[in-house]
């Protein structure tokens, strides 16, 4: 009989021992794979939130602020303004996932009457104007003061679109999808009354009302008419430039650049402050992570807790495998000494001790991977499954999925198993060394 049969004919007899290293191994198995799971699903967490969340810091102009002769509050701009050719420039440090120009202006229409604010006038019947690349990172719809209900936000390869609020649009009758002419205009005061600095209209241009926002603040102190929020128009870059308002290429508004990972944001503004060619004298730079300072400390946290898990899982899994192997083996010294005796090698009795304690493993192995995999959709489930609720639409759109957090590779779980049955080797050799070293003499003398 060689020691295959040997060990089949083992397994099969001693079913209590068989079981109990199964269950050993298949409960170690799934620990493992989930362990791993969750420590994959913090990673991705991590870096989604990170990316979702993400962080900008904006650069604008300096303005001084003086009391003018009427006692009011006078802003004087320095004049300077950003290039593309500095964009660009700053683009090339990396790290920078977008940037994002804004200009600002005035603008009348024929098909558009302006709610009335205050000291509101025919001349002062116009609306401000905020042209940039991409409307859904302005400040107001960044922060939720303003949300989209209707038709689409404005993108870089925009031309000719603009969004209105809810309360203009049907003030006016307006839908998404209808069009107006614009003109540009300027707001100025004179004697008290607010009025258009620009007599004569030379440029107009033909827009689409590209979608609907919704304001969540009111204005509550007196503004003039083009003051008020619900007159605020979103356009694309280039309609301020087909009114002649501002010019390609050149933004007299801030502009915001954002960082992919928010953990970068400090390294990205130092690199940015390096470039000579930007006069810093009279440009200055404010940030916004985004709310990512109040949850970084939650986030490593919780990947420090699940490293410490990975760690002592296997330890104690493998004290627990070299514990129950040393006891089951030590108690077949009688069967080793009668083995050896009848001739049998000491190598044919380590192959029958690995065959039978690997045969059990493997079979622990197939079934615990469908068990791990319950067990990491139903942790899965309880650890993520609130995320929808938890991370704001702006994550949500950017591409997080609470879906597969937890779901690790063929090729990681192939590892994962392999290094248990390295473990198990290594601990039925090390179990067997204390019998593999005796003569059949010495085996059979301990047991008088």
């Given amino acids: 009989m060689n020691f295959a049969q040997r060990a089949f004919l083992y397994v099969t007899r001693k079913r209590g021992k068989a079981l109990g290293l199964f269950l050993l191994n298949f409960t170690v198995a799934v620990f493992l794979v989930s362990s791993f799971g969750v420590l994959n699903a913090s990673e991705m967490l991590s870096g989604d939130i990170r990316s979702s969340l993400g962080a900008a810091f904006y650069i604008r102009a ?13 802003v004087r701009e320095s004049g300077a303004n950003i290039t593309q050719n500095a964009v660009d420039e700053i683009m090339k440090i990396g790290g920078i996932a977008r940037f994002n120009p804004i200009n600002y202006g005035f603008a009348k229409s024929d098909e558009i009457r302006f709610i009335p604010g205050d000291r509101h006038t025919a001349e002062s019947d116009m609306g401000a104007v905020t042209a ?3 409307s859904a990172l302005a400040p107001d719809f960044a922060d939720k003061t303003a949300v989209l209900i209707s038709g689409e936000h404005i993108i870089e390869s925009d031309r000719g679109k603009i969004l209105i609020s809810e309360r203009l649009a049907d003030y006016n009758h307006l839908s998404v999808g209808d069009f107006v002419t614009l003109t540009h205009a300027k707001l100025g005061e004179i004697d008290g009354e607010y009025v258009d600095e620009i007599a004569v209209k ?8 590209a979608g609907i926002y919704r304001l969540k603040t009111d204005d509550a102190a007196p503004k003039p008419t083009a003051g008020l929020s619900e007159n605020g128009i979103y356009a694309s870059l280039d ?3 087909e009114l002649n308002e501002s010019e390609a290429g050149v ?14 944001l400090g390294g990205v503004i130092r690199r940015v402050r390096a470039i000579r060619s930007i006069d810093w004298s009279t440009h200055f730079i404010r940030t916004n992570d985004f709310r990512y300072s ?12 699940t490293k410490t898990l990975l760690v002592l899982v296997p330890i104690v899994g493998a004290a ?3 514990l129950m192997l040393t006891l089951c083996i030590r108690g077949r010294l009688r069967e080793a000494g009668i083995t050896l005796a009848a001739g049998i090698s000491k190598s044919e009795i380590l192959a029958q001790f690995l065959l039978e304690v690997l045969s059990v493993t493997a079979l622990a192995l197939i079934f615990s991977h469908a068990a791990s995999l319950c067990v990491s959709g139903t942790l899965e489930r309880a650890l993520f499954g609130s995320l929808p609720g938890i991370l704001s639409e702006k994550a949500l759109t950017a591409g997080v999925n609470n879906s597969g957090y937890m779901t690790l590779g063929g090729a990681k779980i192939a590892l994962i198993y392999l290094c248990q049955i390295s473990a198990v080797t290594a601990s039925t050799l090390l179990s067997s060394a204390a019998i593999m070293r005796l003569s059949p003499k010495e085996i059979l003398s301990k047991m008088i």
């Fill in 62 to 74: 300096k303005t001084e602020i003086s009391a003018n002769d009427f006692g009011g509050i006078e």
């Fill in 132 to 134: 940039l690349g991409f």
């Fill in 202 to 209: 030379t440029a107009f241009y033909r827009v689409e009302v």
């Fill in 239 to 241: 309609v301020l430039n």
């Fill in 251 to 264: 933004y007299t508004g801030e502009v915001g650049f954002f960082v992919a990972d928010p953990s970068e």
């Fill in 294 to 305: 109040e949850i970084s400390d939650g986030m490593k946290t919780l990947g420090g807790l």
């Fill in 320 to 322: 627990v495998l070299v």
